[in-house]
């Protein structure tokens, strides 16, 4: 199973909005629901940002949005801040009992 | 507040095995299902397992089926991974995450732990 596309950086200046695309294939991104994100600073361990394409945890500022289209699924991070400039990483259940990470994204804040 | 440390990792030489460490505190452990992510340094995340919160349901990446062993214990709070055969492409941060509920087939993972890392050589 090969790791979904992202782009591999990312950048806006403060208060912009910044677009991440991840990109898979009829098989996991187009055939389920199950595209989660994740924000992870240098050092540290994942964050859960969205999960069910759409849905933020509680905690998970709403500047942080979530979408899909076909094969394609995107976060979109809005008003950017200065903590925001992290890795992001997206993953989809991709069937037989099978989770597929994207390649991930560095989001720089200009 | 959730909080999962991991533990166990360390130099090994190829073809040696090392058993990973979980503890899980802040939560009810037998209520969750738990999964085990890799992350070798510098590059991107690897899920490799999980586990259901009775143990009925173990799954395994196609990288490592055949050489890794989840379980956990949750009489103890905590998870465990047996790597076998360890290779030099097994070398990365292992990070144990909790699911949301007690099935592994919730497929994200809303607390992680900081991880420990295995370095195979």
């Known amino acids: 199973q090969s790791a979904l596309t992202q782009p591999p950086s990312a950048s806006g200046s403060p208060g912009q909005s910044v677009t991440i695309s991840c990109t898979g294939t009829?098989?996991?991104?187009?055939?389920?629901?199950?595209v989660s994100w994740y924000q992870q600073h240098p050092g540290e361990a994942p964050k859960l940002i969205i999960y069910?394409?759409?849905k933020r945890p509680s905690g998970v500022p709403d500047r942080f949005s979530g979408a899909k289209s076909g094969s394609t699924a995107s976060l979109t991070v809005s008003g950017l801040q200065a903590e925001d400039e992290a890795d992001y990483y997206c993953s989809s259940y991709a069937g037989s009992d099978n989770l597929v990470f994207g390649t991930g994204t560095k989001v720089t804040v200009l | 507040e959730v909080q999962l440390v991991e533990s166990g990792g360390g130099l090994v030489q190829p073809g040696m095995s090392l058993r990973l460490s979980c503890a899980a505190s802040?939560?009810?452990?037998?209520?969750?299902?738990m999964h085990w992510v890799r992350q070798a340094p510098g590059k991107g995340l690897e899920w490799v397992s999980g586990i259901s919160w009775n143990s009925g349901s173990i799954v395994y990446a196609d990288s490592v089926k055949g050489r890794v062993i989840i379980s956990r214990d949750n009489a103890k709070n905590s998870l465990y991974l047996q790597i076998n055969s360890l290779r030099a492409d097994d070398m990365a941060f292992y990070y144990c995450a909790k699911s949301p509920n007690g099935y592994s087939s919730s497929w994200y993972f809303d607390s992680w732990g900081q991880g420990t890392l295995v370095t195979v050589s």
């Open positions: 009829s098989s996991d991104v187009g055939r389920y629901n199950f």
């Open positions: 802040g939560f009810t452990f037998e209520d969750y299902a």
């Open positions: 069910g394409v759409t």
